[in-house]
């Protein structure tokens, strides 16, 4: 399983992919990392989507899914303010 060092931060994870879909999906969880994320939400997956938009374009989708536990809101609520004051780049 590869380890991810986070951008602009000193935290790793791990990531596992658990379903690939080639050219459509690739569903990824995070079995243990510094953060705390898996302690945290235990059931915590990502999900990349690619929908082919052209010959030269690809779309691509991240979701985030969690079971709602009353630590999950509070990461939630931090995670919302940390994402909104940073500046988007494209």
Same mark, same amino acid.
């Given at each position: 399983?590869?380890?991810?060092? &986070?951008?602009?931060?000193?935290? $790793?994870? %791990? ?5 690939? +879909?080639? &050219?459509? @999906?690739? +569903?990824? +969880?995070?079995?243990?990392? $510094?953060?705390?994320? *898996?302690?945290?939400?235990?059931? !915590?997956? +990502?999900?990349?989507?690619? /929908?082919? &938009?052209?010959?030269? *374009?690809?779309?691509?989708? %991240?979701?985030? !899914? !969690? *079971?709602? $536990?009353? @630590? #999950?809101?509070?990461?939630? &609520?931090?995670?919302? =303010? @940390?994402? #909104? *004051? =940073?500046?988007? /780049?494209?």
């Amino acid at each position: 399983m590869p380890t991810c060092h &986070l951008c602009g931060g000193k935290h $790793t994870c %791990i990531e596992k992919d658990i379903e690939i +879909v080639p &050219l459509e @999906k690739i +569903v990824t +969880v995070l079995p243990q990392g $510094t953060f705390g994320i *898996s302690k945290i939400l235990s059931d !915590y997956r +990502v999900e990349t989507t690619l /929908q082919k &938009l052209g010959e030269s *374009s690809t779309k691509m989708e %991240i979701s985030h !899914y !969690y *079971s709602t $536990t009353l @630590k #999950a809101k509070f990461l939630n &609520l931090i995670a919302q =303010r @940390k994402i #909104a *004051s =940073r500046p988007t /780049q494209h």
